[in-house]
């Protein structure tokens, strides 16, 4: 597997100039001849598809939901990092680049980082003069808050609803394009294989969810901008449809799958209720600007109002132990210690599962009204879900899966093993390492979209002169026929048990095992027990309904099989890195005090993992991870 | 909890549909509506039958697909609450529950409770943005905004396209959709050179796509998740009377 990540040459700050320098164009004449498909229409696919369009390429965009405004960036909450440093208060790329690399624990690949600090500029630029309403000062220029892992104010933010603005941004450049003839839209259309021909992405086989239909898609070059894999949880923030299935199709075609252990599990949602929960809500991170995290200092106070614990009877435990970041630590240090102090028997609410995030002071500080400003939309559905008023109580949250720093493997110029392929967003591995800090997720997928993939795609396209393949190849007949005979599979089982009760079981297992903490004895089971769990899913699951109709369960039936496969890969990758980094904690790796502990000498790569055959072990590749800027150290947020 | 509910069912779009009745039994207080639907539907698919199609994404209330009428209300009783948030909490045990899709003629019906709301994305594309090609932008802070028209703009921006307002107005009028989006770009400087002609493009786009008119009802406001104020409606109308006597294209 060639894994050349194509680094440029030249001193970090130059590299990015440096590439588009060596890169090579298409004139705009000869734009109009080349057809991309885009997979996805979040921020990364959105704006990847817009833009390309923009430039003149014919663009095909899918997505599974009734429309592109709709993709799962819009429930980001918080906000998005730039390094603009308007607030004076001593921000600089380089600072982004190095807080981006040093809260990914010292797995991520610097030039890329760097790229997307300097990008994070212009991202707000582009925003701003698109409409984003962002949130401003009196004098008209525009806001900021703070984020975990930063020491500085860098984050803009349009209420607790940056991601649905941001996303809105993308749609409108979308819908402009659509209107003006160069984009075209496919909505209620899932992507259910990559077609591969000599060696280069073809094209697609997609589904209609409304009639049915198996349909092929050529083109001379294809971008995923799928999302991530968190629903492979069962329970996590993802919206109902977030899947893993496109991506798990490119890697079964060939394409790397790099670091599917490293998952983010985010430390503000709102603690389970019950078994028929279906998904988990996030607390957006920016309230521990103004919340503090606390729990009774002992274990008999739990069951006690929070109002009637007085202030030397409350651990206010981030504050304690990492004095300089305090509630602000990185998601993956915020989410372990919430996990000890409950497993200490110090947590608050129905089984002990949650910690409180405390408004009082702030509330006393600055007045309810100010806090409302801030964050009402947040209290709004908090108070909806819990049926608690945040204002008056605190909050209670908990970790819940929230965003999967895993992906397709991508070189510099996020093209995947496989030529033509390209990954964007949180589908790829590249830019977050073994934990993502907040408000960097629409940050990468709109440096992604915006602003890389239009360059690299025309050096592709002009390098490697690809020719359209017809979607009547033999490739994309094989493809469709796969496709259908694995839907009839699944509709002809008839079994016992539903598909969301495999799926809630198989989230179970992943969670127990391969969840906040993992070891290896457990991490080994789980891969016994999913194996077994998806021999019985072939077996007996019930999946209704025809194939030629709007047909929910099978939709999800065909997903689950994915997530059944993939979650094994998970394991493997999390057993192999005998390490502890970020999102990643395995017991056997930790300091005295509980802390990560990295194994710089045997583990500073990405570990890639390319597909062999079904029930064959899975080859584990690895790419160097060489930093010639930072100096890898231990991440101390004390 | 023990509920009735009565379900709007129906093949295909154009297959007759039917209420049909169901029990929905083990339903506790904290479960939200969809979570109560997803208990009948094992249920129904345990019986084999084929489950109640409905759509929903995010379930946190702002992607906008969740979509149906309960009681004769878009998203149910609660005020500012798409249906994902609402909670069972809310009714009572024995309570009978009518559970419908959007009706309106630019809604057609896919299946049971799902609709298509494309008609809305037609209106968005007839003028639904600022024409700002990527990579041509000035720094942000070059064009201040005041705070006020900034809180203005995002108030309006905050609307998710779910189509409430459409399902509540008895003339399916999208008045309310198509205003929040202009008011949304009209209270910002960027929004400004194409105010007119995006405002007459886009009504054009929503007479053609089927949408009934405006006879200030207000069911739209009442029924929207994000409590989008009705007064874009009337910022809309004066542009598009401008528009009509001082632009032409």
């Known amino acids: 597997m060639d894994l050349e990540p194509r680094i440029p040459r030249g001193p970090i700050e130059d590299k990015w100039d440096n590439c588009k320098f060596d890169m090579k164009l298409v004139n705009p004449a000869n734009k109009l001849k080349f057809d991309i498909i885009v997979v996805g229409s979040g921020l990364a696919g959105g704006s990847a598809a817009a833009t390309l369009a923009e430039l003149g390429y014919n663009v095909a965009c899918f997505c599974y939901q009734d429309s592109p405004r709709r993709a799962h960036s819009i429930a980001a909450q918080g906000g998005i990092n ?128 409304v009639t049915g239909k198996i349909e092929s898609f050529s083109a001379h070059a294809v971008v995923l901008a799928t999302g991530g894999y968190g629903n492979v949880f069962y329970l996590s923030t993802n919206a109902m449809g977030c899947n893993v299935t496109a991506a798990y199709r490119a890697y079964k075609k060939g394409a790397g799958f790099a670091n599917p252990c490293y998952t983010q599990i985010h430390p503000t949602c709102i603690p389970v209720s019950g078994d028929y929960q279906s998904k988990l809500t996030l607390m957006s991170e920016s309230l521990r600007n103004d919340g503090r995290v606390w729990v009774p200092t002992s274990a008999d106070d739990v069951a006690l109002p929070a109002s009637q614990i007085a202030d030397d009877k409350r651990d206010y435990y981030l504050e304690r132990k990492y004095p300089s970041f305090g509630n602000l630590v990185p998601r993956d240090i915020a989410s372990r210690s919430a996990k000890e102090v409950c497993d200490e028997g110090r947590g608050v609410g129905p089984g002990g599962r949650g910690v409180y995030l405390d408004f009082r002071d702030s509330i006393k500080r600055l007045g309810e009204d100010a806090i409302r400003q801030r964050y009402g939309n947040l209290f709004h559905m908090y108070e909806k879900i819990t049926n608690e008023n945040p204002y008056r109580v605190p909050m209670r949250i908990y970790p819940a899966v929230h965003y999967t720093m895993g992906g397709l493997w991508v070189d510099y110029h996020l093209q995947s093993t496989i030529p033509g392929l390209f990954v964007l967003g949180e589908a790829n591995f590249s830019d977050h ?42 490739e994309f007949k094989k493809s469709e026929q796969a496709v259908k005979t694995r839907i009839d599979k699944l509709l002809g089982i008839n079994g016992e048990r539903t598909v969301d009760d495999f799926h809630r079981e198989l989230g179970k297992i992943m969670w127990d095992n391969c969840g906040m903490a993992r070891n290896e004895a457990g991490l080994k089971s789980a891969v016994d027990k999913i194996a077994a769990l998806r021999v019985e899913y072939w077996e007996n699951v019930r999946v209704l309904g025809g194939s030629d109709t709007f047909n929910q369960s099978l939709e999800k039936a065909g997903r689950v099989a994915d997530f059944l496969e993939f979650a094994e890969l998970m394991c493997l990758d999390a057993i192999e890195r005998r390490e502890s980094a970020g999102g990643h904690f395995r017991e056997e790796y930790q300091t005295s005090e509980g802390e990560a502990l990295r194994d710089d000498q045997n583990f500073t790569h990405a570990a890639v993992w390319e597909y062999q055959g079904d029930g064959k072990t899975p080859t584990r590749h690895v790419e160097k991870l060489v930093f010639e800027n930072v100096k890898l150290a231990t991440r101390s947020y004390k | 909890m023990k509920l ?146 900034a809180d203005a703009a995002f108030a309006a921006a905050a609307c998710i396209g779910c189509g409430a307002c459409v399902a509540a107005c008895p003339n399916g009028a999208a008045m309310l959709f198509t205003a929040a989006k202009l008011s949304h770009l009209h209270h910002l400087p960027q929004g400004q050179p194409e105010r007119l002609r995006r405002t007459q493009h886009m009504v054009n786009a929503m007479d053609a796509a089927g949408f009934g008119n405006c006879t200030n009802l207000y069911e739209c406001e009442a029924a929207c998740p994000k409590e989008i104020d009705r007064d874009v409606i009337a910022m809309m109308n004066r542009d598009y009377a401008k528009a009509s006597f001082s632009h032409r294209d």
């Open chain 2, 4 to 149: 009735k509910l009565h379900v709007w069912r129906q093949k295909g779009p154009y297959t007759p549909g039917e209420m049909v009745q169901y029990l929905a039994e083990g339903i506790n207080e904290h479960m939200s509506f969809l979570e109560m639907l997803d208990v009948v539907n094992e249920d129904l698919i345990s019986k084999g039958e084929e489950p109640i199609a409905f759509d929903s994404d995010c379930r946190e209330g702002i992607c906008g697909m969740c979509s149906m009428v309960i009681n004769g209300r878009p998203h149910g009783p609660d005020q500012g609450t798409t249906v994902c948030q609402l909670h069972m909490r809310r009714f009572r045990d024995g309570d009978t529950i009518y559970i419908e899709p959007w009706r309106a003629r630019a809604f057609p019906i896919i299946r049971d409770l799902v609709v298509d709301r494309s008609s809305f994305d037609k209106i968005m594309q007839a003028g639904g943005y600022v024409t700002a090609n990527c990579g041509s932008a000035p720094d942000a802070n070059a064009i201040p905004v005041a705070k006020e028209r």
């Open chain 1, 82 to 209: 730039s390094a603009k440093n308007y607030q004076n208060d001593g921000d600089s790329v380089y600072r982004l680049f190095y807080d981006t690399v040093k809260g990914g624990d010292f797995r991520s690949r610097e030039a890329n980082v760097y790229r997307l600090a300097q990008m994070s500029l212009n991202i707000i630029d582009q925003c701003a003069a698109m409409g984003v309403p962002f949130a401003r000062e009196y004098g008209g220029t525009l806001s900021n808050r703070s984020f975990g892992g930063a020491q500085v104010s860098r984050t803009f933010y349009a209420k607790g609803q940056t991601g649905q603005q941001l996303l809105l941004g993308v749609y409108s450049a979308m819908s402009r394009q659509i209107a003006a003839g160069k984009l075209k839209m496919f909505t209620r259309t899932e992507m259910l294989d990559v077609v591969v021909v000599d060696g280069r992405a073809a094209g697609i086989v997609t589904r209609n969810m």
């Open chain 1, 433 to 474: 390492g073994a934990n993502r800090l907040g408000a960097s997720a629409l940050m990468q997928g709109l440096a992604d979209g915006y602003f890389v993939i239009p360059y690299t795609m025309g050096h592709y396209l002009a390098a490697a002169r690809p020719d359209k393949v017809s979607s009547d190849h033999p």
